[in-house]
């Protein structure tokens, strides 16, 4: 699971330098796109009888993408987004999960859950970083949301997994 | 005592002593009623919570008085025993007589010290009450004669069932249950109230009100064939069914020691009871004398598929059973021990089933041997029972050592006498009933082999609450010498130069989240390391799909994993049904339920 | 009136007419008839006409629950029920081979001593007022009522007890209810002279009973005539002394007996022997307390029992005479046959008939009631 494609990691160093937040914004919004794209693409390669796990996940981040499309055009954001922003220290988890990785012509579903699992933590850790770093306020508190959306995005999808693989033993 | 002379004549004057009543107080009643005594059997009142809808009070009065009327506010749950059926009392024909009390389940009907009702010719429809908590008037009067211990008319505890003991059954594979006696038996089918609730919660609907009756009156053949109306796997179910009826019956739910009657052990006592040449006249009972000539396919020679195949050709059509493994039975051959299911009791099931006419071929597996395409051009139709039989990984770090098995590989291996070695030591990931077969068939292995047993179960499952796997499991296993480490999650399995050493796992703080889904949380902080040369993971099981081919699992419908199916079990491919575990979850009397609506609904398309 | 009893006849010239009695009049405990033919003020003859009570008891046992028919035999004797639900209960405990545990037998026991005493003060009353006497009328069905309170207390009934089940009763006794027995017993004792006064010693009863109606013992036995109205004949022959059951043969007890076989005799052997029933209620009192145990031997669940094949005969002695059943299963759920042995059909058919030849009219519905014949029982 550590395959990084060429290309993408361009994204985590636009992050680590730019610290604008209309910078971080343009990076998250991406994100979910590029994630929403994976799994786009990922649909028809996956067997048939998985597949809703793929198309759930990708609805989920079409989802996110719109939420953070909308934020960035929010007024009030909008009048911050030259504000500049510590970047957070500690975000190897994030850039772990920026990349894309190659999960194979035909990964099941655990392989799939897992990986969709370890992205939403990083990106919970990343905007609760963020947040941490924020200057209080509506900016904070929009970080804070971010993260608190994602975190129970990831709860869901820890349910999910643990429906699909730990689905009873007999009787 | 004065005596009276009969031949004294008596005085006239005598009756004019009593003019001294004109000096006595008089003795006056008041006009309105008078309180009832404590015991009084008055009006009725029934908690409409309590009250299952088991209809036993209608059922012992004597004078045609209830009548169970539907409410369709109260819950209905088939699986737990509830109706909503609640009484509604006749005055007109209550004799007051209170045996509905005694003889209520649950104590939930009972009547009061209230005893007044009156009411004009507009009103004569006012003695048909719906009783309620509050009673006829609604003026909660007090209670007058309620159930006591005396007068309980059901014998409310189970025989005791008879085990062997931990010391005499840990080296080896034989049933630890003992079993009824035929006076145990008949002692045990006498409680039974025929209330029905457990035909309603079994997947199969199998009669057991009937065949208890038959129990209890000393005919087994009787019960035999009653039990064979609805299940073919009446010796497997007779001991390993995960009997929803008890916990549907009526007994179960009373207040305090209230045991349901013992149904798999009394279903189990007829079938051991009753020779196979007799049972296999009652299985052939009902056979369609003419061939269709139409032909099936069916994939997998579980409780599912065999069942299935059982009606199918009962009904005249030539049935053939593909089995990957070289004999039928399934999961309850490859997964369920010897020591739960004794194999000559399985092979017994199978024996009937073939006996009416059941063709299985051993040691195909379908999609290799054969493909699905030829078995749709050979045959009218498929029924695909494959069951669940590829165990889930945790993925943890290490798992992927050799030496970290699924329960449901070395299960399947221990009936088929395959070698492998016995680990000295061994960990298994799960708190289900698969982790508990596991964990007790190595630790039989163990004390043959090494004489001391060394299995340690962790679950993420707290016991005595969440739990996964039976109660008896659990008290058995910890009989045997097994370690169950509870409410703690696996985080790594740990190995050094290339050799498992054993697992690492982690504390669960709670497992479910608001809504009851399950969503373990754990403290990462407090590691505990077990030592093993195996680790047995026992987390989950999915269905090996893949022998459907690309083309048709393009085809086919899907839900959530598993392919869909209408409630007939028809799969959105015309010639094929699916059914049992693969479609419904692991459970033998889901899968002969799915049999049997699977069977009907293609003998309906074929003769159409 | 049913028309195939009562169809006018056309007779000879006669001075003898036809009149009937019943079936609502004063002398018999329920619906009854009687058809006399007169001379005069004279009996002729009677012809009994029963039926009036006919519910089919027997027949509708045969389609119930074995435990189901506990709420039927009381109805069978309404002024004394308890004798029906304990014969019942015997029978089958009899063909099951069960006992009733020994509390249980103390205490039924105890019920069919109550039971005959408010059906003596019943009988006084009804007795009395056949010769226009109604104040003792009152007070029998005002003192029964105080035992009745006391069945209501211990049992949840006042009049049909189903108390007792197969295998025992249904209920302990209720605190301190031996105390209120007991006081209720003092409470009737006090009232002997009350009733002696106004009843028994009475010059105007004691005119109108002497003599009316008698029987010798043979033609008593000869007409099945038990209980009581055997007794004053000057037989003692009574269930609990010659064929005792329940706890009957530990309890010190009198027969009394008259010989004069009359009306008047008759009462005077109730009256001995309501007092006989305070003497063994007196003796329950003091030993039930340290008779412990079970009330109840187990039944197997009602809904679902056989009783097994077999048949068995259970007798006692009632206020009115000797009360058996019988009883047969064939190993069903539900009894093959039951049939009642009631004393009424005996005094209230055959008896009635041949004691109201000769007698005159006005002492007809004296010598009804003084044989305490019970209607619903005769019909059944």
């Given at each position: 699971m550590s395959k990084h494609k060429e290309g993408h990691s361009k994204s985590y160093e636009k992050l680590k330098l730019k610290t604008t937040l209309k910078e971080i914004l343009d990076v998250a919004v991406s994100f979910e796109k590029t994630a929403r794209d994976f799994y786009t693409a990922m649909i028809p390669k996956v067997s048939k009888n998985i597949r809703y796990i793929v198309e759930e996940l990708a609805e989920e981040e079409q989802q996110h993408y719109d939420l953070f499309l909308s934020l960035k055009n929010d007024p009030y954001v909008q009048s911050q987004l030259d504000e500049r922003i510590k970047t957070p220290t500690e975000n190897h988890k994030f850039s772990d999960y920026v990349q894309l990785l190659d999960l194979g012509d035909n990964p099941d579903d655990q392989t799939i859950l897992q990986y969709a699992l370890a992205r939403e933590d990083a990106a919970m850790k990343q905007y609760q970083d963020l947040a941490d770093n924020a200057p209080e306020g509506e900016l904070q508190d929009t970080f804070r949301f971010l993260a608190i959306e994602e975190a129970e995005h990831k709860l869901e999808l820890e349910k999910k997994y643990y429906e699909i693989i730990h689905s009873g033993g007999p009787q | 005592m004065k005596k009276i002379n009969y031949n004294d004549k008596g005085s006239i004057l005598n009756p004019l002593k009593n003019l001294q009543f004109y000096a006595r107080k008089p003795v006056t009643e008041p006009l309105g009623p008078r309180p009832a005594s404590a015991s009084y059997r008055g009006f009725h009142i029934n908690d409409l919570d309590k009250c299952i809808g088991?209809?036993?009070?209608?059922?012992?009065?004597?004078?045609?008085?209830?009548?169970?009327?539907?409410?369709?506010?109260?819950?209905?749950?088939?699986?737990?025993?509830?109706?909503?059926?609640?009484?509604?009392?006749?005055?007109?024909?209550?004799?007051?007589?209170?045996?509905?009390?005694?003889?209520?389940?649950?104590?939930?009907?009972?009547?009061?010290?209230?005893?007044?009702?009156?009411?004009?010719?507009?009103?004569?429809?006012?003695?048909?009450?719906?009783?309620?908590?509050?009673?006829?008037?609604?003026?909660?009067?007090?209670?007058?004669?309620?159930k006591t211990e005396d007068s309980d008319l059901l014998d409310r505890a189970r025989r005791p069932m008879g085990e062997m003991e931990p010391e005499a059954r840990i080296d080896n594979f034989d049933e630890i249950v003992d079993g009824f006696t035929m006076e145990m038996a008949i002692e045990e089918a006498s409680r039974c109230v025929d209330c029905g609730l457990c035909e309603d919660a079994c997947p199969a609907h199998m009669h057991a009100p009937n065949y208890i009756r038959s129990i209890y009156e000393g005919n087994l053949e009787q019960a035999v064939e009653w039990m064979y109306e609805t299940n073919p796997f009446s010796h497997v179910c007779g001991r390993v069914c995960t009997h929803i009826c008890e916990t549907a019956c009526s007994l179960g739910h009373g207040e305090g020691e209230s045991d349901p009657i013992a149904i798999r052990w009394l279903k189990r006592f007829a079938m051991d009871n009753v020779s196979k040449?007799?049972?296999?006249?009652?299985?052939?009972?009902?056979?369609?004398?003419?061939?269709?000539?139409?032909?099936?396919?069916?994939?997998?020679?579980?409780?599912?598929?065999?069942?299935?195949?059982?009606?199918?050709?009962?009904?005249?059509?030539?049935?053939?059973?593909?089995?990957?493994?070289?004999?039928?039975?399934?999961?309850?051959?490859?997964?369920?021990?010897?020591?739960?299911?004794?194999?000559?009791?399985?092979?017994?099931?199978?024996?009937?089933?073939?006996?009416?006419?059941?063709?299985?071929?051993?040691?195909?597996?379908?999609?290799?041997?054969?493909?699905?395409?030829?078995?749709?051009?050979?045959?009218?139709?498929?029924?695909?029972?494959?069951?669940?039989?590829?165990?889930?990984?945790?993925?943890?770090?290490?798992?992927?050592?050799?030496?970290?098995?699924?329960?449901?590989?070395?299960?399947?291996m221990i009936p088929k006498g395959d070698e492998f070695n016995v680990p000295k030591s061994a960990v298994v990931i799960g708190g289900g009933n698969v982790a508990m077969d596991i964990a007790r068939s190595l630790a039989r292995l163990q004390k043959q082999k090494y004489n001391e047993v060394n299995i340690t179960v962790s679950a993420l499952e707290q016991l005595g609450k969440t739990f996964l796997a039976d109660d008896d499991e659990v008290i058995e296993s910890k009989e045997e010498g097994i370690v169950i480490l509870d409410a703690r999650g696996p985080k790594q399995c740990v190995i050094e130069n290339n050799k498992l050493t054993g697992l690492e796992t982690v504390k669960v703080i709670s497992i479910f989240d608001e809504q009851g889904r399950f969503a373990p949380k754990y403290d990462e902080e407090n590691l505990q390391f077990h030592e093993a040369d195996m680790v047995v993971e026992a987390i989950g099981q999915m269905s090996d799909v893949s022998i459907l081919g690309d083309e048709l699992t393009e085809e086919l419908e899907w839900n959530r994993g598993r392919i869909q199916i209408d409630g007939n079990g028809a799969t959105s491919v015309e010639w094929l049904w699916s059914a049992g575990d693969m479609v419904k979850g692991p459970d033998v009397i889901n899968a002969v339920a799915d049999g049997h609506r699977v069977a009907d609904d293609i003998d309906k398309f074929l003769n159409k | 009136m049913r028309p195939e009893n009562y169809q006018a006849v056309k007779l000879?010239?006669?001075?003898?007419?036809?009149?009937?009695?019943?079936?609502?009049?004063?002398?018999?405990?329920?619906?009854?008839?009687?058809?006399?033919?007169?001379?005069?003020?004279?009996?002729?003859?009677?012809?009994?006409?029963?039926?009036?009570?006919?519910?089919?008891?027997?027949?509708?046992?045969?389609?119930?629950?074995?435990?189901?028919?506990?709420?039927?035999?009381?109805?069978?004797?309404?002024?004394?029920?308890?004798?029906?639900?304990?014969?019942?209960?015997?029978?089958?405990?009899?063909?099951?081979?069960?006992?009733?545990?020994?509390?249980?037998?103390?205490?039924?026991?105890?019920?069919?001593?109550?039971?005959?005493?408010?059906?003596?003060?019943?009988?006084?009353?009804?007795?009395?007022?056949?010769?226009?006497?109604y104040t003792p009328m009152f007070w029998g069905v005002a003192d029964r009522d105080l035992v009745l309170d006391l069945f209501e207390d211990f049992t949840g009934g006042r009049v049909y007890s189903i108390y007792n089940i197969p295998g025992g009763v249904r209920r302990e006794l209720p605190p301190e209810f031996l105390q209120k027995l007991s006081n209720l017993l003092d409470y009737l004792e006090s009232r002997q002279n009350d009733y002696d006064n106004l009843?028994?010693?009475?010059?105007?009863?004691?005119?109108?009973?002497?003599?009316?109606?008698?029987?010798?013992?043979?033609?008593?036995?000869?007409?099945?005539?038990?209980?009581?109205?055997?007794?004053?004949?000057?037989?003692?022959?009574?269930?609990?002394?010659?064929?005792?059951?329940?706890?009957?043969?530990?309890?010190e007890f009198d027969i009394p007996i008259q010989t004069a076989g009359d009306a008047y005799a008759r009462i005077l052997v109730r009256r001995d022997e309501l007092f006989q029933s305070i003497r063994i209620l007196r003796q329950i009192i003091e030993r039930l307390p340290s008779i412990k145990g079970k009330i109840r031997t187990p039944i197997p669940n009602p809904l679902s029992w056989n009783v097994r094949k077999g048949e068995a005969y259970a007798r006692v002695e009632s206020s009115k005479g000797e009360l058996a059943y019988y009883v047969v299963s064939d190993g069903g759920d539900k009894p093959y046959r039951v049939h009642v042995r009631g004393p009424s059909s005996m005094h209230a058919v055959q008896t009635l008939e041949f004691l109201a030849k000769g007698a005159r009219l006005e002492d007809v519905a004296q010598i009804m009631f003084s044989l305490d014949a019970c209607p619903p029982e005769v019909d059944r």
């Open positions: - | 088991c209809s036993s009070c209608q059922k012992i009065c004597d004078n045609a008085a209830i009548t169970m009327v539907e409410v369709p506010s109260i819950e209905e749950d088939a699986s737990k025993g509830l109706r909503n059926l609640r009484p509604a009392i006749d005055y007109g024909r209550c004799c007051w007589c209170a045996l509905c009390v005694d003889i209520c389940p649950t104590s939930a009907i009972e009547m009061t010290r209230e005893y007044v009702h009156v009411c004009d010719g507009d009103e004569t429809d006012s003695y048909f009450i719906f009783p309620k908590e509050t009673g006829i008037h609604g003026d909660s009067f007090e209670k007058g004669w309620t040449t007799k049972i296999k006249q009652i299985a052939r009972k009902g056979k369609s004398r003419k061939k269709s000539g139409k032909s099936i396919a069916v994939v997998g020679a579980g409780p599912a598929g065999l069942t299935a195949a059982f009606d199918l050709v009962k009904k005249g059509h030539k049935v053939t059973v593909y089995e990957s493994l070289p004999k039928a039975g399934g999961m309850t051959r490859y997964g369920i021990p010897n020591y739960r299911l004794p194999k000559d009791r399985l092979d017994q099931d199978i024996e009937v089933i073939q006996s009416v006419g059941v063709d299985i071929k051993y040691n195909v597996k379908v999609g290799t041997d054969i493909s699905m395409a030829q078995l749709q051009k050979d045959n009218h139709a498929v029924v695909m029972a494959i069951g669940m039989q590829m165990g889930r990984s945790t993925r943890i770090p290490g798992s992927d050592n050799k030496m970290v098995v699924k329960a449901v590989d070395l299960l399947r | 000879g010239q006669s001075n003898e007419y036809e009149i009937f009695i019943g079936p609502n009049h004063p002398g018999i405990e329920g619906n009854y008839a009687f058809r006399l033919m007169l001379d005069g003020d004279i009996v002729v003859s009677g012809k009994a006409d029963a039926g009036y009570l006919h519910r089919g008891f027997e027949k509708l046992m045969e389609g119930r629950l074995w435990i189901q028919n506990l709420a039927i035999v009381p109805r069978i004797c309404v002024p004394d029920p308890a004798p029906m639900e304990v014969a019942y209960s015997m029978a089958v405990e009899e063909i099951m081979g069960i006992e009733a545990p020994i509390r249980a037998q103390w205490i039924r026991t105890m019920q069919l001593e109550l039971s005959r005493v408010a059906a003596h003060l019943f009988t006084f009353g009804g007795h009395a007022a056949t010769t226009g006497m009843l028994f010693t009475n010059q105007v009863f004691v005119d109108r009973a002497k003599g009316c109606g008698a029987l010798t013992q043979e033609q008593a036995l000869e007409l099945s005539v038990t209980g009581p109205n055997l007794r004053a004949c000057g037989l003692a022959y009574d269930v609990r002394r010659d064929d005792p059951y329940l706890v009957y043969d530990e309890l």
